[in-house]
């Protein structure tokens, strides 16, 4: 009789009930929510979601009756996922619309705190490559007293959010470090509010982060590593890393890693996995569902590794292939918006 090993299954989403709480009150109340003036609107929306959400907040663009409704973490990585799976649940509401990540502004932007302000166009940045990701350095335009020292970089980072938006600053933006203050003198950086062409070209052309699905075959490239254990041992490693999904990165509907973990532990069982990772990249690629990223050979354990745009289906899709095979095949899914796991092998 054929063994397999159980595979998981994807339990209902213990946030659709919060989700459902949250829209069904909103939806209830929308009629004297409209009747309130802005701020005020901004505090009932976000009293109605904090029961469900508290890691949340709700912030309102736009005058009733016809208004936006933001949903942000407030740059929190860890609760991205939240924000996106509140804003798909999202009803139609007469309108009103609802985004997911305070978006870009324009140039201009301020802000005053226990009397100091600071503009974006005071705001002095330079860039590099790093990982995958922007690295930033951060200078000033003008003098920053030293007691305000510690407000200016805190501000610099909230504009850096409203200009380059709330996603794009957490995701692609890498190390931030700040010119010390006897060189700012000569720091010759772009303001802040010249910055985004600048950024946006780095990130597509630079990086080539381009987020157009590759097509064709795709480059791949073999590296070795090790990795030390808890007994201080050094494992060996072999990564094949799919350079081709370098343009993926960053795209907010290929934010969940799905790891696909087999035993090899002979010349067949490894041309099984193999077989097993082709046919799961295909169907996944048929629709721009997901993409191969990297495959990790470990301890004659061979893990496969996707970035998946439906969890849910792609789990489904790697189950039907185990099903026909004798594959001992172990699922994990993480949320990895950053594709961490894959950047940790680009130089």
Known sequence: MKETQAMPTIDTDPRSVACASFWQAVSSQLESLR???????????????????????????????AFTLVVTAHGSVEDFDDVMVLVQSAPALPQVSVEAFRQRMGKGFSIRMDDFELSSADVLVKHERYKGLVALEIGFAKPIPMDMQDHARHMSLIMLDHILGEYDTAIKVGPVDYVETAEQA??????????VPL????WREELGHTGLFPVGEHAWSALSATRDTEEGDEIELVVMRNDSAAALVGRADLCHRLSAAVPVESGEELEE????????????????????THVVLENGVRTINFHVAHPEAAIVHAQSIQENSELPVTLDLA?????????TWVS
């Open 186 to 195: 000569s720091f010759d950086g772009v303001p802040l509010d010249d910055f």
């Open 35 to 65: 009747a309130l003036p802005g701020r005020e609107l901004m505090e009932a929306l976000n009293g109605l979601l904090e029961p469900s959400f508290p890691k949340l907040a709700v912030e309102v663009a736009g005058d009733s009756p």
């Open 199 to 202: 950024f946006d070209i780095c």
């Open 273 to 292: 996995a193999r077989v097993f990772g082709d046919q799961l990249t295909a169907l996944l690629q048929t629709h721009e569902d997901g993409c191969c």
């Open 335 to 343: 949320f990895d918006p950053t594709w961490n796991s894959y950047r």
